[in-house]
Structures are given as structure tokens and as C-alpha cells.
């Protein structure tokens, strides 16, 4: 199954909608049969990339800058750090949503920035954003384009502000505080290595890490995969620093006030839509890797699993950092895909009751200070057990760990493959937790060939998330239409059975048609007098985004 | 001393500036003795209270509803629950602000409202704002009065809105959820009982606790004496119900969501400048009394006992609920206070380097789970121990959570001594907090016969509170300029060296003047935008809190 390399030519649609480091990942061997099984393909369907995008990146649209307009930006930031090719328009209008690569697939770039500007330093943002508003024109707070809410369309035109060409520079970490100040377009590994060699850690990592930056998390409100206990990005945030069309907003670093309702968090969740992040001071947690304890359990069931999961999270002795369940058919695929099926291993456990198709892996580690690591998880472990769960080793959680951003990797040769693949998530009480969870698998099950797996992966006292992963093969000619009345229905189960909108993905423009009705109309308008009183002209992210005008 | 029963008539100005439980509180042998020695006081000075405040309340200000607004409300709550007379318009004119305590023992009510009005349901709330906005009435929402920054005045008349006569109940403990809802206007008592029986407890307990309301604590953003384990009130709101001029604000109880900056998050700290809250669900916690652990330590010096408190707030091995440190002179006046100078433990710490003036007691209690309480005071132990810190049993704590609302009740008796005393907070980064620390004490020490002392009392991973408690005799004839001069000067020398305006006692009209300078005019001015569009007419608590107009 090797067929050609793809990546040869830097000015394809295929080399924007790639994800990450462009190495060509393939389906495994145990997937690839899965999914024949599961969706009827033959040895054939692999033979040749659907849809490969492997055309030369061309808009119809031209920017529509003014010369006058682009003087003034280049008197600005230079005119190297001005770019109006194709491609990089092109590669700015968008992020990483299943809509948004299918459009690069089929040679679509609806919503093109007019450029991709980069500007050097906070005052070169502030000049930039004093001009565009006078101008009326877009701007598109650009970092790592890894969206997965149509968050990043340029349907206004205008400027995608690039924060990671030069706004990505560590500005101090402050040991006394336990805190870092960065610039807002610093990638997660930059940050990342940093702060180990001063024996620190962000304690964030997404799933998109490697290609996300702080002000993208900020943004867009992220959660990485250990926030059950080191929390989401926006309780991380210390203080930021925002540029606005109505001025500077810098809030500071105290650890708690009574004065008024904290502004900082206004950004956090605005995706773009107030104004430009330029620099945010975190809480950072020790980097002591070797204290790390996990184990992993296996459950009879779904219902048995989470309430294992939710008396762990209400028992007060300390919270594990990592927290997951995979539901019943992500749990089967975990096991088909990693070779465990027919193994001796595998019939013991059908023998003990933990059934396929039932049972359901839970992972746990605990990180902090050595020896609380190991009494939060030797508490954890007997809760587990309490709650009818066998623990089976902490080698599936280290496995897991090694290769916790792949899975962002494996949707293009899905696609390729023709496989519609989409993710949503939600948050939700533990008193609708299994309610939601069984209305999706309802609603996908009533597609032909229409495969969903779920985990929850952030959990909190009162509730936890819940992550979707669907598959289904392409409606070949209505790929789009097709995704998007699906993905419709999917969220409308979610909400209409209790389900938040989104639980750390952010709301963009995907999601954007939800808004009003899940928060009522009182809040959004809400929202949209702060928007109107930092954004009068309507030049931040304009044109849907959180449901915005 | 003691001399006669001032509390026999419920209609003088003593009834309403008095704390709590209207029993009359006195100075101890051994504060009298200290006060007596630090300002030059004499027997005599004990004989008579200065301005008592015994005389019968009598309004200037008439009221100046209309008879038609007062027919409206009286149609919607019930004429019972309409109250214009002078007492009930006087004790909704303040709280417990000292320069309001001032102004009821000079017979000065400056700022009533026109009516107090308690209406019986959201419903009837809805109603009321509704014609308020219409007839441009004036709403002061209204709980415990136990506001320490004159945010319940009524510069415009108007109604006072008290919320605890009806709005007081609980309407659901979720043990699913861990989460209660309740209405705004229960105070802290009735809830921590029912929540005890139950099984569980709020966890916010606030030195106001007794006499002070949810709806309360989440307008001024309070914090509880264990807030370091439970996280100040802000933290635990998972949703609230508020009624606006602009229509009813619901949020919904997710445990986090990315959708769009959190709404519920603008009404804690907006101390009823935005609307009214009705209810609010939040965060429950465990109640297993037999399981809290405690320690006291003893240092050499505050800044050892602050480096070894920051060093366990960063250590990450779980943290304490309560934990507090007092400085020298706190401590110096516990000591006193209490019987100890002289005994032989008071000469064995002395000669063990422990200097009265310079040693420093910190209380630890830590909660939750049995093993995990015992733990997490086990590794206090030894970091305390290794930053140079004596363990001195668990006793002093016990004795001080026995009377843990006690120095609320304290004001009145030296302020019938003719004692100006009030309390100051703010919230400070580690890296300021020992600068600020030592600014406050150098200012206080400048004016003669007055005494400062600081504690620590809420704590996080980058930073503290610092509590002040300062006492100097009244300037007798002066005593309200006087007050307002020396106040002025202790919150510039805090904000200057880096402390915030307010760790949990709020905002509203005593420290409103620093809010645009502290916080930049860029957010003061996206305040005043959010407060405009829900509440147009300016009718929410109008007249200068948290530095609106």
C-alpha cells in the first residue's frame, strides 16, 4: 500500500490541508481491515488516494487590498512580512475542520484573506489594527491554523495577522510566581522545552500541541489531555495582554481580585472576535516526569466505567492529571487495531465478563510530587476495584502517552480512503453523562455504515466531556452537503439531550447556528454589546464566528 | 465594666450598626490592657461609650415613591412587603463599612432608599425591574448587609431589594452532580445545615458567614476561611439566574465549555451593578468534619513563613483548605491576647530564637478524605520543619476555628472606645507580597498611636492575600475626614507596591476612585459598555459602585 509521494510539490491544496510535520501517514494493517469490514471496501479502494488535492493552489478571488493599503502595512512590518500569493492566502484561509479540508480536497477556497501579514512586536500589532479599523478592514488572528471549527475563514477579505513569525518569544519565567509570560504566537513544543530545561511544564498539551500556539488555546478556550488535573487554558491564564479596535486591555498578574468581574476572561473563548492576543502570562507545575504514576483498568461496562470515573472525581483525595474512558466500540477498536484480538489475553478477559462490545478501558495517571502521585493513584486503584474495575498495568496508559498527538494524524489517509471523519465534543453533568452518550450512538447507527466511537477524556466533580469520532464513507459527489446535514444532526442529539455546544474545541463558524438557542438570546446579545463596544467597525474575525454579527 | 443594657430599643441607631447577633461584645481583660498601653488610654476611657448611637432613628429624606409606583409594587409583592419607614429605609442604607458604622453613631444616614421591598419569587423580581426601568427607580439588591465598602448605599433612593425574607431556599441538592442550587437570598447558616445533613458542605466560610447570602458572597466575590482548599466563591458558581433590566441571564450547569467567553462569569463582582441575582447552582463539597487535620507552626520571621508557605503552595502534593499566616505584630497580639506572655512555653520560645516582634504563627487545616487530609499535613510538616518553621501542635488552630467568626463582633466594643479600626485586603503576587507587606506597616507606623497587624489568609500557587487590621484612636470631633484621609493613604501605599484594590471584600464605593487607575481606563470603559446594555437606564445599584456611573 505505497504508492506515490504526495508531497513533493509545496504548492498543492494537499500540502494546506495536511496535518502537521506532512510525513504521509498510511491506515495500518489492522485498521485497513477494519474498516473494509466495517464499510464494505475492497483492497481495491486502497490502491488510489480519492480526492488527493495534489492540484496547484489558484483563487478566483484577488486580494483586494489597495496599494495604498499595502504601503501602509509595509511601512509598518516590512514588506518581506507582507505576503498576497495564492498560497498563502490560501494556506490562512482556514484551520483544520473536516468542511474545511474536504473544500481543499475538491480545489475550494471560499474565504481567502487578502493577505498574510506578520507583524514583529505588540506596537506593530497595535499600528495595524489602529489602521484596519480606521479602514475597515478583517482581521484574522492567525497562529497554528489548527481550528477545527471554521474559526479562521477570511469571508470578510482582509488581513490573516500572523502571530507566529515573530510574536513567539518566551518573555520571562518567574520562579517566584510559578509563572511564564510569553508572546501569543509561541508553539506549544517551543514552549514546552523551554520550561523543562528550567524544570517546568505548561501541563497543556492538546492533541494539537505540536502545531498550536498560546494564543490559539486561549482563543479558542482548549483543554489539553491532562487538564482533569492540571485544568483547561482558561484556568491556566494569569494575564493577558489584547489588543482591541478600542485600544490595549493588559490585566495583571494577581492571583485572585474583588474588583469587578476579571476582564481576561472575556478573551479567553473570544476566538478572535475582540481583538488580537499579543502576550499571556500562565501558571506553569514541575516537570518531574519520573514521579508520574498510571495504571489502566478494564470495566464491564459503560455506566460501571463512569461511575468509577465520577466517584474517583467527588472522593476528595486528590485528582489524577490524565483521565479517560474509552466507550465501548472505541475500547473494541483499541483492541482490533492493536493486534489484542484472539490473543490468550483476550479470551481470559471474555471468560471474566468483560465482553467486546461492553467492556471499556480507563486510563489514569497521577503527576505532581513523587510520593502524591502514588497515593492518589493507590486510592484511585481502589476505588477502581471497588467499582468492579480490573486493573490490567500501566503499560496501555505508557503506550498511550508515547503516541498521544497521533491521532490527529490519521484523518488524511482516512479521507484519502474516501472515509468522511469528524470529531465534536461536548461537556456535560454526570446526571446527562450516559443519556447523550447513547442518543449519538443512536443517531449514528442510523446511517448505513456509519461508525462512532466516544471517550471521555476531562473530567471535573460535576460532569466530564464527552469525544465523538465518527466515520463513515463519503457520499462520493455530495461529500459536502452530505457532512454537513450529519454533522448537523449529530450536534442537534448532543444538545437536545443535554450536551454543551462544545466542551474545549471552541464554536467558530461550524457551530456558530447553535449558539443563540443553547445560550438564549439575552446572552448573545450580551455578547455582542462587548463585541460592539471593543469592535465598533466589525474588523475582528467578522462574519459568524461564535455567532457573532 | 460593665454598665448598661443598650440594646433594649430596636429603633436606634446602635440596633443597625451593631454586628450580628445584637449581644453586646466587650473588650477582654488582656486587648484592654494592650489597648490601654499602645494609645495611652485610661480606666476612664472605659466608663463611657463614645458615640453609642442610642438615639431613636429619624430620617430627613423623605420617601419620594409615588403613591402609583408604591400601588404597583404593593399589587406584585403584597403590601406587607413594602416597607418605607424610617428604620427599615436606615438599615438598608449601609452595611458594615466603618465609615457607614461612623456615620449611624453621629445620627447620619446620608443615603437611604425610599423603600425596602421583599418580593416573594424570581416572578415577582422580574416584575419589579421591569417598572423600575420604565419609572427610572433605583435597584439595591440586598442580602446580609454585611458589605465592608459602602456598596449598598442608595445615592439615589430607590428600593432596596431584599432577597433574604422569600428567596431563600434551596431548591435542589444534586449528589449526582455534587452541586446545590439555591435561591440568592439564603444566608450561609441555613445552608451549611441542610447541606449537613446531607452529607455535605458549601466550603465558603466567609468571617461574615453567619449574617451574609450567596447572592452576597458571588456580588463581591467573597472568600472563605478555607478558600485555599475550596477556592473562593467565583470558583464555585457553576450557574447562575440573573435578572436584568435587559431581560433574565440563565447559564447552564456544564462542568467548562468553549463556547464563547463564560457569561455567569460578569455577575461575580459586579455587586448588583448589573441586576439582580435570583439563584445560583454551585459546587458542594464533602463534609466529614472528623477528618480535617491541623497544624500550627512557628517561625523566626515573616519572610520564612512565607517562604515556606509558598514553597507548599508549589510543591504540588495537594494543598491546604485553611492556611494562614499572622505577622509579628498579629501574632504579638495573639500571644498577649491570650494569656501567654510570661508563662514558661512564652521564655522557651524566646530563648529558642522565636522573638516577639519577629516570630510568625501560621495555622494549617487540611479536609477531605481521611488518608488524604493525614498526607497532605504530613508533607506541610516537613516543608514547614525545613524552612525553619516549630510545630506547636494542632491546638491554636482548634481553638481558632471554634471562634472563627468571632473578630467580626470585635468592631463595635472599640469602637464604643472611640477606636477607629477597620480591615483592608489585597491580593498580591509572591514576588510583591513582602514589599507590600513592609509599605503598609512603614505607612501605618508614621501616624502616631496607631497599630497595624497583617495576616495571610487565602493562598494560591502565585501569590497571597494580605489582610489588614489597623486600630488608632478616633480624632474625636474629626472622626469621618480623619478616617477617610488615613484610609486613602494605606490603599495608595498597597496599590503603588503592587497589591490589587481587593483580594474578597469588593469594590463599591470606598475604593471605587482607584478602580480607572488600576485597571487601565480601556477596561474600566468595556465595564461601563456590559453595564450599559444590560442595564441602560442606570437603574442597578447606580451611583458610583466599582467606579461606574
Redesign the interface.
Known amino acids: 500500500m505505497n504508492y506515490f509521494n504526495t508531497m513533493e510539490r509545496e504548492n498543492t491544496y494537499r500540502h494546506i490541508l495536511k496535518w502537521g510535520d506532512k510525513r504521509e501517514e498510511e491506515v495500518g494493517y489492522h485498521m485497513a481491515d477494519l474498516i473494509k469490514a466495517k464499510f464494505g471496501l475492497t483492497d481495491n479502494d486502497f490502491r488510489e488516494k480519492y480526492l488527493p488535492g495534489l492540484e496547484t493552489v489558484t483563487l478566483e478571488k484577488p486580494s483586494l487590498l489597495k496599494p495604498r493599503q499595502l504601503e501602509f502595512l509595509s511601512d509598518v512590518c516590512g514588506s518581506e512580512n507582507i505576503l498576497t500569493d495564492d498560497l498563502s492566502r490560501a494556506r490562512y484561509s482556514c484551520g483544520k475542520f473536516y468542511g474545511e479540508l474536504l473544500d481543499l480536497r475538491l480545489k475550494h477556497v471560499p474565504d481567502p484573506p487578502d493577505a498574510v501579514v506578520s507583524p514583529r512586536s505588540h506596537d506593530e500589532v497595535v499600528k495595524i489594527i489602529g489602521f484596519c479599523n480606521e479602514e475597515k478592514i478583517a482581521i484574522i488572528p492567525a497562529g497554528g491554523q489548527s481550528s477545527v471549527t471554521g474559526a479562521l475563514r477570511a469571508p470578510h477579505g482582509g488581513i490573516a495577522l500572523d502571530l507566529t513569525k515573530y510574536l513567539n518569544r518566551i518573555l520571562k519565567i518567574?520562579s517566584?510566581?510559578?509563572?511564564v509570560t510569553v508572546e501569543a504566537g509561541i508553539f506549544g513544543p517551543a514552549l514546552e522545552e523551554e520550561l523543562n530545561r528550567h524544570g517546568y511544564s505548561c501541563g497543556h498539551f492538546p492533541q494539537s500541541f505540536e502545531y498550536s500556539t498560546v494564543g490559539g488555546w486561549i482563543s479558542?478556550?482548549?483543554?489539553g489531555q491532562a487538564s482533569t488535573g492540571y485544568g483547561?487554558i482558561e484556568d491556566m491564564v494569569?494575564a493577558l495582554k489584547a489588543v482591541?479596535p478600542?485600544?490595549?486591555?493588559?490585566?495583571?498578574?494577581?492571583?485572585?481580585?474583588?474588583?469587578?468581574?476579571?476582564?481576561f476572561?472575556?478573551?479567553?473563548?473570544?476566538?478572535g472576535t475582540l481583538g488580537v492576543l499579543t502576550e499571556a502570562t500562565l501558571?506553569i507545575?514541575?516537570h518531574a516526569p519520573l514521579n508520574t504514576t498510571s495504571a489502566a483498568f478494564i470495566f464491564r461496562s459503560f455506566g460501571q466505567a463512569v461511575e468509577a470515573m465520577?466517584t474517583v472525581m467527588?472522593?476528595?483525595?486528590?485528582k489524577p492529571h490524565l483521565f479517560r474512558i474509552s466507550d465501548p466500540s472505541e475500547t473494541d477498536v483499541a483492541f482490533t487495531t492493536s493486534g489484542f484480538d484472539g490473543t490468550l489475553a483476550d479470551k481470559v478477559l471474555q471468560m471474566l465478563g468483560f465482553r467486546r462490545g461492553n467492556c471499556c478501558l480507563m486510563f489514569v495517571a497521577v503527576?505532581?510530587?513523587k510520593?502524591?502521585a502514588r497515593?492518589v493513584l493507590k486510592?484511585i486503584k481502589k476505588t477502581a476495584r471497588a467499582g468492579k474495575g480490573m486493573f490490567i498495568g500501566s503499560g496501555p496508559v505508557r503506550k498511550w502517552l508515547a503516541q498521544r498527538y497521533s491521532s490527529a494524524y490519521m484523518r488524511d489517509p482516512l479521507m484519502d480512503l474516501g472515509i468522511m471523519t469528524d470529531t465534536l465534543e461536548t461537556?456535560?453533568?454526570?446526571?446527562n453523562l450516559m443519556q447523550v452518550w447513547q442518543a449519538a450512538h443512536d443517531y449514528v447507527n442510523r446511517r448505513p455504515k456509519a461508525f462512532l466511537m466516544i471517550h471521555i477524556s476531562?473530567v471535573?466533580?460535576?460532569?466530564?466531556?464527552l469525544y465523538f469520532t465518527f466515520l463513515s464513507p463519503m457520499e462520493r459527489g455530495n461529500e459536502q452537503q452530505d457532512f454537513i446535514q450529519f454533522h448537523r444532526g449529530l450536534v442537534d442529539t448532543i444538545v437536545e439531550n443535554g450536551g454543551?455546544?462544545?466542551?474545549?474545541?471552541?464554536?467558530g463558524r461550524a457551530?456558530a447556528p447553535w449558539?443563540e438557542g443553547?445560550?438564549?438570546?439575552?446572552?448573545i446579545?450580551?455578547?455582542q454589546?462587548?463585541k460592539?463596544?471593543?469592535d465598533p467597525n466589525n474588523i475582528m474575525n467578522p462574519g459568524g464566528t461564535?455567532g457573532l454579527k
Chains 1, 2 share one sequence.
Open positions: 518567574n517566584v510566581n510559578k509563572t479558542a478556550r482548549g483543554a483547561k494569569v482591541t478600542a485600544g490595549v486591555i493588559e490585566t495583571r498578574d494577581f492571583p485572585r481580585t474583588a474588583q469587578g468581574w476579571d476582564i476572561r472575556l478573551f479567553a473563548g473570544a476566538e501558571h507545575f514541575n465520577r467527588q472522593s476528595e483525595y486528590g503527576e505532581g510530587e510520593a502524591y497515593f486510592k461537556a456535560v453533568t454526570w446526571e476531562h471535573y466533580e460535576n460532569g466530564a466531556n454543551s455546544i462544545s466542551h474545549h474545541h471552541g464554536v457551530l449558539m443553547h445560550l438564549g438570546k439575552n446572552s446579545d450580551l455578547m454589546a462587548v460592539r463596544h471593543l461564535l
